[in-house]
Each structure stands twice: as C-alpha cells, then as structure tokens.
C-alpha cells in the first residue's frame, strides 16, 4: 500500500519559516519524482517545486529564491523548506509522487500566513 505522509504544516507569522516533510512507503522513492503543490480555497491545485529522481528542482515562479525542495533518498522523504512566507503562501500543501503514468497524492498539510 503506498502512502505518503505530510507533516510540518501550521500558522506562521509572514516573514517566517515553516518546513514541510513529506514521507513515503510502498514505492521505490528514489526512483519517483517529487512535488509540492498547494491549493488555495476556492482555487486550483498549483505546482510549487519538483525534484526529479536525479536531484535537480525546479519551482514556480511565485516561490523561486524563497522556497527550497530536498530529497533524502535513504529516509524516503522529501523536504519543502519556506522562507520569507506571505499571506499568499496560505493554503493546503500536497506532496506527489510521479513515475511515467503512476501518481500518487498525499492527504495535505495546511498551512496558514496570518499576523
């Protein structure tokens, strides 16, 4: 059974930091892409940041130079390291796993930007 576990999320203060952790079991994890998306009430699920099986991230636009995505092969985690959070940063989290046509989602952590 796969399952991917996010952990990390809450309220935050803008201009602080949270970071995400997303765990897996029952895939071969190294082999997988990894993301991050988040939706937004009333919004669509958007992508935040990817690391491919290789290592190599990309982000949006909206998080470059703010956000950070890792991966511990060993642990079968992927990391979503937020700086400098907004209020636009608000919303729930999602960790994907990808592999040609096999995807998977995990349940969601919220995480809320708020003075």
């Known amino acids: 059974q796969v399952q991917l576990v996010e952990s990390g999320g809450g309220l935050v203060q803008p201009g602080r930091s949270l970071n995400l952790s997303c765990t897996t079991s029952?895939?071969?994890?190294?082999?997988?892409?990894m993301g991050w998306y988040r939706q937004a009430p009333g919004k669509q699920r958007d992508l935040v940041a990817l690391?491919?099986?290789?290592?190599?991230?990309n982000y949006a636009d909206s998080v470059k130079g703010r956000f950070t995505i890792s991966r511990d092969n060993a642990k079968n985690t992927v990391y979503l390291q937020m700086n400098s959070l907004q209020f636009e940063d608000t919303a729930v989290y999602y960790c994907?796993?990808?592999?040609?046509?096999?995807?998977?989602w995990g349940q969601g952590t919220q995480v809320t930007v708020s003075s």
């Open positions: 994907n796993a990808k592999l040609t046509f096999l995807q998977y």
């Open positions: 029952g895939i071969i994890f190294s082999r997988y892409n």
């Open positions: 690391i491919n099986s290789a290592g190599t991230p």
